[in-house]
């Protein structure tokens, strides 16, 4: 008890807190932490902070974690309410070896009232019921009551039994609970029954169910905010792993290409270096812009897997605006090839341009490795809805797809996340023709 008197007197007593020199600081504490005469050490709060400090101290859930289980404490301070009107106030009318036992049971019944709903109901009702048999029995009826302890554990048991309880046991409490005053007026013929006063049990009673019902869509409510939250989480897993799958095309493509030209002026500056160094040189020259910029592609795309969350100062994802880069750079690579744009060129929308410009480069790089082609030809059509793609070359053999999510299967994919169409096979006239459309509205 030593504890309750020490937070009513720390309201009010708050005192200057000197250091270990024994100066004065300028900061207030207050004494109900450890240190005290409770074991407890003060807090050190600035001067200003008082009425935080108050506020923390008058907090609900702070308190019952300092006092203890309100429950007991409930349960305790009903019972030494209800023997001082048994013992003094006499408000409490029959045998005192009688209400004595009933009053401690109903009362300290209370204890249990969140863990066991039913058995303050059942205690009370027995309790109650034993008493007014024995009443009967003598012929001798108390007055009224009057208690003040006696309607609060009416009340209190006829709220918990609902607020605790599931359905049926909440409707069998009630039953338990109101039945004692039809039991009493049944019983007691100088007692008529009140209605009014079964409002003191169908009122607790039903702002205890209305309680419950709040607290269980509460839990509904926190229960889908988890599984929204899980499926939130889940669609960012998914997203992930889509975006490493982009990446890992988006990687296939600059190697791919890359690669290929530089083992395409690799071969050509060996074949040259034998009969005319000077030729040489711009093979390397080509296998060294070529490198540079594939490094510079690469280390954009490792980046966003480092730095997904930050902007990244590093090359602009490629476009058709870099397809006559492409085009020369695939002529320099020894591949002759003539370049048509047919209609208004026009922005696209990111995703298309983009997927239109790895089109074009993964035929062209397929005509390289595997056509054995003496030229090719692109074409860019654009119409009103649409854009039409054709990588078209007068080679001998097929272009190959390299590897799943690779190659044509990934242009496949492609094509297929924009709603297009792609076709590749031989010509009837000689060579292999790619062709994609893609929606561009």
């Not at 001798?140 to 039994?161: D, H, N, R």
Request: with cysteine; net charge neutral; proline share 5%.
């Amino acid at each position: 008890m030593s504890c309750i008197v020490n937070l009513l007197t720390s309201i009010r007593r708050i005192r200057r807190y000197g250091g270990c020199d024994g100066a004065s600081s300028a900061a207030w504490t207050i004494s109900l932490l450890r240190g005290d005469d409770c074991g407890r050490r003060p807090i050190v709060l600035p001067a200003d902070a008082e009425k935080a400090a108050l506020l923390y101290f008058l907090d609900v859930k702070r308190l019952r974690m300092r006092i203890g289980d309100s429950d007991l404490i409930l349960a305790l301070v009903l019972l030494a309410v209800s023997q001082f009107e048994i013992w003094v106030v006499g408000n409490l009318e029959g045998p005192k070896a009688l209400m004595v036992p009933v009053m401690v049971a109903t009362t300290l019944s209370l204890r249990w009232r969140r863990r066991f709903p039913l058995l303050p109901p059942m205690v009370l009702a027995g309790a109650f019921g034993a008493a007014l048999a024995t009443f009967a029995a003598r012929d001798e009826w108390p007055g009224q009551p009057t208690s003040l302890s006696m309607l609060a554990v009416w009340v209190i048991t006829a709220y918990s039994v609902a607020a605790y309880g599931q359905l049926p046991v909440a409707v069998f409490g009630l039953v338990l609970t109101a039945g004692m005053s039809l039991f009493r007026a049944a019983l007691d013929p100088a007692i008529d029954w009140d209605p009014i006063s079964s409002l003191f049990v169908f009122i607790p009673w039903g702002a205890g169910l209305a309680l419950r019902r709040h607290r269980r869509q509460a839990a509904e409510l926190r229960e889908l905010a988890r599984q929204l939250e899980q499926e939130r989480e889940e669609r960012a897993r998914t997203a992930v792993v889509e975006e490493r799958t982009r990446i890992a095309r988006e990687l296939h493509d600059v190697v791919a290409h890359s690669v290929s030209v530089i083992a395409v002026q690799a071969d050509a500056a060996e074949a040259a270096l034998a009969r005319d160094p000077d030729r040489s040189r711009e093979p390397l020259r080509v296998i060294k812009e070529t490198a540079r910029e594939a490094l510079v592609e690469m280390r954009r795309l490792l980046g966003i897997l480092r730095q997904a969350e930050s902007t990244l100062g590093l090359a602009p994802q490629p476009g058709l605006q870099q397809l006559g880069s492409l085009v020369e750079q695939t002529r320099r690579a020894g591949l002759p090839v003539e370049l048509a744009i047919e209609g208004e060129e026009r922005p696209l929308p990111p995703g298309v341009d983009l997927s239109a410009y790895r089109i074009v480069q993964e035929g062209l790089t397929n005509v390289r490795k595997h056509a054995g082609a003496a030229r090719a030809w692109v074409t860019l059509r654009y119409g009103d809805r649409e854009l039409d793609i054709a990588v078209v070359d007068d080679g001998e053999a097929e272009a190959k797809a390299n590897g799943p999510g690779h190659g044509l299967v990934g242009i496949g994919e492609r094509v297929g996340l924009l709603g297009g169409e792609l076709s590749a096979g031989r010509r009837t006239e000689g060579g292999y023709e790619l062709r994609a459309r893609l929606p561009i509205s």
